[in-house]
């Protein structure tokens, strides 16, 4: 049931002197087939429209990001390698995150950023605790109080996340678990690609206060994180004066 291909979404109708951010996406655990990458079409192709040029287990959403680099495909002429690279997944493939995440990889891959979508557990062995302990990186989680598979798992990595480290928690109400897979009918929320681009451009492009990106994610108006939509519950930490 695994498919080995690497899917790339990039934006088009841009000039040719324009460079933007790699994002690994790691799929959720029955998400990798060719008929179930149609479900994550939409979002995918709404990120890539913000900027971000992308495409488990966490072993795989690093090697994406090694075999991106390597590559002498045209696509991936338009990667800005400089400003370092971003991770996000849904399901288990955010539990790949997660791992990801950990300070040691991000400094190895040039991780500057994650985003959680509905992420599974990621407890450490033999009691160690939660692996969220371990990220350094700014740290999105967004979930939903309809999910009924992964909404605390994804609770529990941002709050072992140290209060040092730029973090928001986005809990949705009613929405379920398949948030990020918007088709065929957009019955889940339209929006989660636009804030996951949002905390890309804040801390892989710099996008700081002042910018669409920053009043998105810090802002306090009728379309930023926490007051799109009925929240169940939203937290936005320290923004470390970034």
Known sequence: MTDQHV??????NTSSDLRFPL?????GAAGGGELDIIGYH??????????????????EQLKTIVWARNSTDAIFKLVSWDVGVG?????????????SAHFA???????????????AGCD??????NAGANITIPLAAYTSSGDHCCEQTTKDVYRAVPSTTPKVYRDLKGSSHLEPVLWPVVTENPLLGTYTAAWFDIFIKQQRNGTSAWALIYGGGPDSLCKFQEM????????QGV
């Open 105 to 119: 990889c991000a400094a190895k891959y040039s991780i500057k950023a994650a985003v959680l979508h509905h992420a």
């Open 42 to 59: 939409y979002i995918f192709s709404q990120m890539a429209s913000f900027g971000p040029a992308w495409n488990s287990w966490f072993g």
């Open 23 to 27: 994002i690994s996406y790691a799929h």
């Open 7 to 12: 899917h790339v979404f990039y934006p088009t």
């Open 124 to 129: 450490l062995k033999e009691g160690g605790g």
């Open 232 to 239: 169940e519950e939203c937290e936005i930490g320290q923004s």
């Open 87 to 99: 991770i996000a997944g849904h399901s288990m493939g955010g539990q790949a995150t997660t791992t």
